[in-house]
Structures are given as structure tokens and as C-alpha cells.
């Protein structure tokens, strides 16, 4: 996963930012709770982004692929879930010296990875770690297309089935 996105330059021109230590390691506990059909398209989106945004409260990071200062999805691969904003994971976290759990959910739209959004602001936490993974809530588990539905969605149609006639 990378931990940079974009160049000193474009993340001064376009608003982004670096991820702390913090967000890092909530990413990267996020991404391991998908399965493996999801975790290796979404981080092949992930390697084509250029751009992360902090929202001003600090309670969630934004991700977009930039190619010549427009946003685009030209080229990300889609992930095999339905269309329209699917929330993949929602993960509660015990933080060091913390009593109230922290979360944190990854949310894709339109099936492209968009979103990391967090109980509080992350920034004040950046040197914070994680002590443990609370609950682990699956929502990707209703919203995965079946191999028929991603095959319509490629504009294939589903091969035919051979008919057997006796003789």
C-alpha cells in the first residue's frame, strides 16, 4: 500500500495530504479485513491514485485519481460489488490508554474505492496505537456481484449451457 500519494507540488496545488502513522495503520487493518476478491482490485486502485484529502474535520480521507488537474476513474479496475455507494467494512478499534472504541468504515462508490471515514479526528492520534480490533462488521458480504451480474456489467453475456437431447 503506498503511503504517498501525489508529489509535494500536487498536494500543495490540489489540497492533499500525507497519512499519518495512524491512518496508515487503520488502513491497512481495514484492508485486511476484506477478502482477497476485493483486497487485490481495490489495492490496484489504490496504486493508481495520486491525490488524499482530509476532510476539515479530519474525520475522513478522500482518494482520487488526478490526470492533468481533472478527477477521473478512467483506468482504476471496478470492484466486484454492486453500483452506488457501498459500504465495504466497518471496523471498531481499542486505541492505547483509550475507553471509547474508535471506528472506522471504507466506503466505495459506483465501484471504485472513495472513502475512509473515522469516529474522530485523526490528526491529534497520529503517534497513537492500536492496542486490539473490536467488532468487525462485513457490509461488503450484500453488496458482492455474483459471476453472472460482473459478466452483464462487462457487457458479456453468460455463455450459454450446453442442452443434451436423448435419442
Given at each position: 500500500m503506498k503511503t504517498q500519494y501525489g508529489n509535494v507540488?500536487?498536494?500543495?496545488?490540489?489540497?492533499?495530504?500525507?497519512?499519518?502513522?495512524?491512518?496508515?495503520?487503520i488502513v491497512a487493518k481495514l484492508l485486511e479485513n476484506l477478502p482477497t476478491t476485493l483486497r487485490f482490485p481495490l489495492l490496484g486502485q489504490m496504486d493508481q491514485y495520486n491525490l488524499v484529502q482530509r476532510e476539515h474535520d479530519g474525520r475522513a480521507l478522500n482518494f482520487y485519481k488526478k490526470v492533468r488537474g481533472k478527477v477521473t476513474?478512467?483506468?482504476l479496475p471496478p470492484l466486484p460489488i454492486k453500483?452506488?455507494?457501498?459500504?465495504?467494512?466497518?471496523?471498531?478499534?481499542?486505541?492505547?490508554?483509550?475507553?471509547?472504541?474508535?471506528?472506522?468504515t471504507m466506503t466505495a462508490v459506483n465501484q471504485r474505492f472513495f472513502c475512509c471515514s473515522f469516529s474522530q479526528d485523526t490528526r491529534p492520534l497520529a503517534r497513537m496505537g492500536i492496542s486490539s480490533i473490536g467488532r468487525v462488521t462485513e457490509s461488503w458480504r450484500s453488496n458482492v456481484l455474483s459471476v453472472a451480474e460482473q459478466r452483464a456489467q462487462e457487457g458479456r453475456a453468460e455463455e450459454p449451457r450446453a442442452s443434451w437431447r436423448r435419442r
Open positions: 507540488f500536487t498536494r500543495l496545488l490540489w489540497g492533499g495530504v500525507s497519512l499519518n502513522p495512524f491512518e496508515l495503520a476513474r478512467d483506468g453500483s452506488g455507494e457501498v459500504t465495504l467494512v466497518k471496523v471498531a478499534f481499542n486505541l492505547n490508554k483509550e475507553q471509547t472504541p474508535f471506528h472506522a
